[in-house]
């Protein structure tokens, strides 16, 4: 099955400074991921789409200069969190699309983020 | 319109009982109806996922129901064990739409 990794599982850091996060899809090229951030006991929140090669779509109320997306090539996208505070902590997953049109999207492990 | 209402919220069934999950839905441009599983600290994955032209599949102990008269759909797990005990989503899109996902529903097998 098609298969989707984050890195790093789990990063601590200090208010004010910045944690990118890298999404890789394994076995199979995907034009398209997303990433959604998560609160506990809660479900998925959809922050941005991310495109191949052109700038990431981002949800209503996201800011898109405090969350970075690059999706530089076909099985690598980025989030930067940048200059972060507390309220920034939470779960970060990616997913991506197998194939252009396709409805399935696989996730990653998850993101664990803590801001101290 | 985009919602994807999920319940219960919680569910507690006994080791061999069947779990069953329901969903309903408002726009009837959803073409697609994925269920995931997700243990805690973990991403989600697929479980197993329906068309609106199929009216049931079946994957294992893992079974989904449509009615899209009604449009609502629902997860049945059959001779449900304690390693099913998970957090699953109901989810539904279509083409060049977002995911959209139910609130989930938070099971837990006794044994």
């Known amino acids: 099955g098609a298969v989707v990794s984050q890195h790093p599982s789990w990063v601590i850091c200090k208010s004010g400074t910045s944690v990118k996060i890298e999404c890789r899809s394994l076995?199979?090229?995907?034009?398209?991921m997303f990433w959604y951030r998560q609160f506990p006991k809660q479900s998925l929140m959809l922050m941005a789409t991310?495109?191949?090669?052109?700038?990431?779509?981002?949800e209503q109320g996201v800011e898109k200069d405090k969350f970075l997306i690059n999706h530089a090539s076909l099985t690598l996208s980025t989030l930067t969190v940048t200059s972060a505070h507390p309220e920034d902590s939470s779960f970060y997953i990616c997913?991506?699309?197998?194939?252009?049109?396709?409805?399935?999207?696989?996730f990653g492990p998850g993101t664990r983020l803590t801001v101290l | 319109q985009q919602q994807v209402k999920q319940s219960p919220q919680s569910l507690i069934v006994q080791k061999g009982g069947i779990s069953i999950i329901n969903c309903a839905y408002e726009?009837?441009?959803?073409?697609?109806f994925p269920w995931y599983q997700q243990f805690p600290g973990k991403g989600p994955a697929l479980l197993i996922a329906?068309?609106?032209?199929?009216s049931e599949k079946k994957e294992g102990r893992f079974t989904i129901s449509f009615n899209k008269s009604a449009k609502q759909f629902s997860l049945h797990i059959m001779d449900s064990q304690p390693g099913d005990s998970a957090t699953y989503f109901c989810?539904?899109?279509?083409?060049?739409?977002?995911?959209?996902f139910g609130q989930g529903t938070e099971l837990s097998v006794k044994p």
């Open positions: 997913s991506a699309r197998d194939r252009e049109g396709g409805r399935t999207q696989y």
């Open positions: 076995d199979f090229q995907a034009t398209t």
């Open positions: 991310s495109n191949e090669g052109s700038k990431a779509t981002y």
């Open positions: 726009n009837t441009a959803f073409d697609y």
């Open positions: 329906i068309r609106p032209d199929v």
């Open positions: 989810a539904a899109i279509y083409q060049g739409g977002k995911l959209i």
